[in-house]
């Protein structure tokens, strides 16, 4: 699960509306939590996801250059753990719209402090966080309920023959999913154990 000692929490200006967004990093660097702060009034609640000024203020550049929706009809359907290879890596910004999941980030950079390690949350459509997952890290998610929605907000226009993977249950991360997936792609399932 998520660290209870994230090292800071930082709010910028509102520069990019009524919703502020709050960042907070966790024990994998580059890896953030991304906290919305709704407008909340009679009609209901107004919260930003994703605003280019708030990521460069915070110390850190992300421009979306794509947004895509992952669909999950079944509650425990495991996608990942996906990546692109460089030069074609990307950054990605992950929300849940409708649903839960346990959202994963497992850091493939060979020169960082944390290669292989992993860290999972829990997004779901009520809390309005979402997670950044920077170019070099992986990701994958296993729905906690029905009818999830994944919104992605990605940092280049998909190019295909660059995508990668890990197998999800590769002992070489061990990761601890809340449950084994009842829904899962020949791909992913398929994966060879990691070499680096």
Request: charged share 25%.
């Amino acid at each position: 699960m998520f660290p209870s000692g994230a090292a800071s929490s930082w709010s910028p200006p509102r520069s990019c509306g009524c919703s502020e967004m709050r960042f907070r990093e966790t024990d994998i660097p580059g890896v953030r939590l991304v906290e919305a702060e709704p407008a909340v009034d009679e009609r209901g609640a107004f919260a930003r996801l994703y605003c280019p000024e708030e990521f460069a203020a915070a110390g850190f550049a992300f421009t979306a250059a794509q947004a895509s929706l992952s669909r999950n009809t079944a509650a425990l359907t495991l996608r990942g753990i996906h990546y692109q290879a460089p030069p074609r890596a990307e950054a990605k910004l992950v929300h849940v719209t409708r649903g839960a999941v346990f959202d994963v980030a497992l850091d493939l950079r060979r020169d960082s402090p944390t290669f292989r390690r992993w860290l999972g949350v829990r997004l779901d459509a009520d809390g309005l966080s979402g997670l950044f997952i920077p170019e070099g890290c992986a990701h994958g998610f296993l729905t906690l309920e029905r009818d999830t929605d994944v919104l992605y907000h990605i940092s280049r226009i998909f190019e295909p023959g660059w995508g990668r993977g890990v197998r999800w249950d590769d002992p070489a991360f061990a990761i601890d999913w809340p449950a084994h997936p009842k829904v899962i792609s020949e791909r992913d399932a398929g994966y060879a154990d990691f070499g680096g």
